[in-house]
């Protein structure tokens, strides 16, 4: 497989894209339903683009990077041999063997078109509804990472699941923790050397037996003043349920 046809633009399709032309193959073509940003990418890559489905040019290879609500609607307009998507949570019964070749590959990492990834570091998770095509996505995956995983979709939406908690949710506090330090005009860069410190641990051990903090300690006067202190009845919601947690767990 050396010809490919990218379904979408976005921040997994661009980084995608761009790995897969450093690694020699050809992006044939690039469809988004935006015009723009399908001409955009396609610059990048050196390949044609479409905003219209029906208009998609003959590749060894389909790849679907776009939204999962969108995936279903847009495959009962593809015709192709060889096509999978990129999603985290869907089964690969959602081809519902419509085509020869089916399958996914799922990079487990989070993209930003605006912001560079190692993409040999990022761990790719592989699945194909038979076995000879499950050999050729894996080849093509060992071509642009190192760490290439057989995974099927129960495995997968596990997977997915777990880099929600790890990933999405983290993210989402830290986007907490600096609107608290906001409110006394201290900048977010004092938290970088702690969530680096954070992160690196749990390399090494499991992250239950390197947690820390007031909820883990018991100490219910600290939990009580961080309480007191949150104007935001939201974080309070968080902040108790996330340290009740913490002491069930313990």
Do not use: W
Request: with cysteine.
């Amino acid at each position: 497989m050396k010809s490919i046809t990218l379904i979408g633009s976005g921040n997994l399709a661009t980084h995608l894209g761009l790995t897969l032309k450093k690694q020699g193959f050809i992006i044939t073509q690039v469809f988004s339903r935006k015009k723009n940003n399908a001409l955009q990418l396609a610059k990048k890559l050196n390949s044609e683009y479409t905003d219209n489905i029906n208009h998609l040019i003959s590749s060894d290879l389909m790849i679907i990077c776009i939204k999962d609500d969108a995936i279903k609607s847009i495959l009962t307009k593809i015709k192709t041999e060889n096509i999978i998507h990129t999603s985290g949570t869907l089964n690969i019964n959602i081809f519902q063997k419509k085509f020869k070749n089916y399958g996914i590959i799922y990079p487990l990492q989070t993209f930003n078109k605006n912001i560079k990834t190692n993409f040999s570091d990022v761990p790719i998770c592989v699945e194909a509804n038979n076995v000879e095509f499950q050999k050729k996505l894996i080849k093509l995956s060992n071509k642009i990472s190192n760490k290439v995983y057989e995974i099927n979709s129960s495995q997968r939406k596990k997977i997915h699941l777990a880099a929600v908690f790890a990933c999405n949710f983290s993210n989402h506090m830290y986007a907490i923790a600096e609107e608290i330090l906001k409110e006394e005009n201290i900048d977010k860069s004092i938290l970088l050397p702690l969530i680096k410190e954070t992160a690196k641990k749990v390399e090494k051990k499991n992250a239950k037996e390197v947690q820390t903090g007031p909820a883990i300690r018991k100490d219910t006067e600290t939990i009580k003043e961080h309480l007191n202190s949150l104007n935001n009845l939201s974080y309070k919601k968080i902040y108790k349920l996330i340290s009740s947690n913490i002491l069930q767990n313990e």
